[in-house]
């Protein structure tokens, strides 16, 4: 072998070697940094000194609306690589600020009283670090509570990576949370894809009642999309231990989000058009305690496919987004808020209850 080849398979294996040993360090420093919360954590809640709180009481009826958000890059002209599209973040920053408008214009249109919003980017790169929490927090609602769900300092992949993430759900109400916690759920993923995946949990808030010694109990979710369907059951399952706990103690008890699952009575409402695409799993009737009730509107979808940007005629629709109330909390209503998918990937699901 000559010299010329020695030296460049030298040099080669130099540079599989820098290689590996920069692999092993960037997994180590994940790991070292990986988002691991507790089981159960108090959530931060931030009162709006300038906000009118209202006082919730059985006399008056409470609006609740659900909606995923899509952390602002998510609206009609966007695609997403893990629905089969093309795209890891759509456009520009002023399109995060396009739709982010549109998102607290149709909020403050549905005038509710409490707010179950998903994917709200705090600080990251797939929002152009538009902190949309504040954005929320400056526009509604006396009170706020917040639960991370998504913390990595920098998500690998795919190419180009997604970099860091800051994420997480909220939820918002005009009447005092006493408190709130971050109940951690189930993840499905193991070391190292763990790493830089997202930490699903459960927002617990908890709401006096003028007159009486029981709580409203809000639940604001968002389930795991993207697994084999077992973290979807196991998540699913801890939920209804912390839903019929709560009951049990006397309470009202509401659970809203985004569930990546579809509801019972929706099934066959909108067919997958194609076998490839992703599928949702489905909410099991047979669990459902006596009393209890899934509530949403299949009439509209409250979800579509980012395999491509949106359009009505060829898009692949889906019914995941809505609540569960105990027995004693009365419906007057529930409703999709159709707004088309213009800024976000999911539609808002309104409800208004009464406590019984």
């Not at 920069?22 to 089981?39: K, Q, R, S």
Request: hydrophobic share 40%.
């Amino acid at each position: 072998m000559s010299q010329k080849i020695k030296t460049v398979l030298k040099i080669f294996g130099m540079l599989i070697g820098a290689v590996l040993i920069f692999a092993v360090g960037f997994i180590g420093w994940l790991t070292i940094t990986e988002f691991n919360p507790d089981e159960v954590m108090i959530s931060p809640t931030t009162e709006k000194l300038s906000a009118v709180q209202k006082t919730l009481s059985t006399e008056e009826s409470v609006r609740v609306l659900t909606f995923n958000i899509g952390y602002g890059n998510l609206g009609k002209e966007s695609d997403f690589f893990m629905d089969g599209g093309k795209n890891v973040r759509n456009g520009d920053k002023d399109l995060v600020l396009k739709n982010m408008e549109g998102v607290i214009k149709i909020i403050d249109e549905a005038d509710a009283d409490i707010l179950f919003l998903q994917e709200v980017d705090e600080s990251s790169k797939r929002s152009f670090f538009i902190n949309e929490e504040q954005l929320i927090y400056e526009n509604f609602g006396s009170e706020i509570s917040t639960a991370a769900n998504y913390l990595c300092n920098y998500v690998p992949f795919p190419w180009p990576p997604i970099g860091k993430v800051s994420s997480g759900i909220m939820t918002v109400s005009d009447y005092d949370i006493e408190k709130a916690e971050r109940i951690s759920l189930p993840c499905p993923f193991s070391w190292p894809v763990s790493a830089a995946n997202l930490k699903r949990c459960l927002l617990v808030s908890y709401h006096n009642i003028e007159g009486t010694d029981k709580q409203l109990v809000t639940v604001n979710l968002h389930l795991e999309a993207y697994d084999d369907g077992e973290g979807k059951i196991a998540q699913t399952k801890m939920l209804w231990e912390v839903l019929q706990t709560e009951y049990e103690k006397g309470n009202y008890v509401i659970a809203g989000g985004d569930f990546n699952q579809t509801f019972p009575g929706a099934i066959g409402e909108y067919p997958l058009l194609d076998p490839d695409f992703w599928t949702p799993g489905v909410l099991s009737e047979e669990s459902l305690p006596e009393g209890w009730n899934y509530i949403y509107d299949s009439e509209t979808p409250t979800c579509r496919l980012l395999n491509k940007p949106y359009n009505k005629e060829s898009a692949q629709h889906y019914v995941i987004d809505g609540f569960i109330v105990s027995p004693n909390v009365e419906v007057v209503f529930a409703e999709t808020v159709d707004a088309g998918f213009e800024f976000s990937d999911h539609n808002p699901v309104l409800m208004e209850i009464k406590l019984k």
